[in-house]
Structure formats: C-alpha cells, structure tokens
C-alpha cells in the first residue's frame, strides 16, 4: 500500500491550500489527517469513513478545514482555509483497514510521506 501525500507549500496567513493524498488502488475503512510541527508529537486534524458518512475533526480544524474523498480516484482531500501561522507542520495523510473513525495514530496503518506546509505571518 502505498499513500502519497501533495499539495503542501510556503503560504501566507489568511491564504488556503488543498492537501491530496493518493493511495495505491485499495480501499479503506477510514482516512485522516494528521500533522507534526518541528520538536512537537503528531496531533489529529481530520478524519473520515470511506463511505463519507462519519467526519471527525480536531477543534484547530473545526470551521477552517475540510476534509474529503473521491472515490474514484481513491484520493481523500484536505481543504485548508484561512491558514495561521501555528498551522505550519508536515501534514501527513494515513488510512486504515479496520474500525471506526478515530483520531488515534495507533488506529491507522498505513502512512503517507508527509507534506510540508509552511504559513508566513
């Protein structure tokens, strides 16, 4: 399995970016979100069932982020908007096979490369 992670860049406060993540050609039971900012541990952003009927979200995404799938690209999305600057991390993209939508990295088996995303105040 193979997730790829794009979209990440240098943007300013206020701007918007959209994460992608591409899998190998599998399906999932859930897809997330995560991040890790230098010299801290890798919190939850977001995350989804693969039928799309269960979002979960941490509150640091709740009314700026969004995440979502296509189905028949097998890419899940992150829509970022109104981006600050604490929200500088490496974002990384991770699915897993069994269970319910959680915000838990031990839930989730498979990781994506990660991809940088730097905010300018």
């Known amino acids: 399995v193979q997730l790829q992670a794009s979209g990440g860049g240098l943007v300013q406060a206020g701007d918007s970016l959209r994460l992608s993540c591409a899998n190998s050609?599998?399906?999932?039971?859930?897809l997330g979100w995560f991040r890790q900012a230098p010299g801290k541990e890798r919190e939850f952003v977001a995350a989804?069932?693969?039928?799309?009927?269960?979002?979960k979200y941490a509150d640091v995404a709740k009314g700026r982020f969004r995440i979502s799938r296509d189905n028949i690209n097998l890419t899940v999305y992150l829509q970022m908007n109104n981006l600050k600057p604490e929200d500088t991390a490496v974002y990384f993209c991770?699915?897993?096979?069994?269970?319910?939508?959680?915000?838990?990295?031990?839930?989730?088996?498979?990781w994506g490369q990660g991809t940088e995303v730097t905010v300018s105040s």
């Open positions: 991770a699915a897993g096979q069994w269970g319910l939508v959680s915000d838990k990295t031990n839930s989730f088996t498979y």
């Open positions: 050609g599998r399906t999932f039971s859930k």
């Open positions: 989804m069932s693969w039928r799309g009927d269960r979002v």
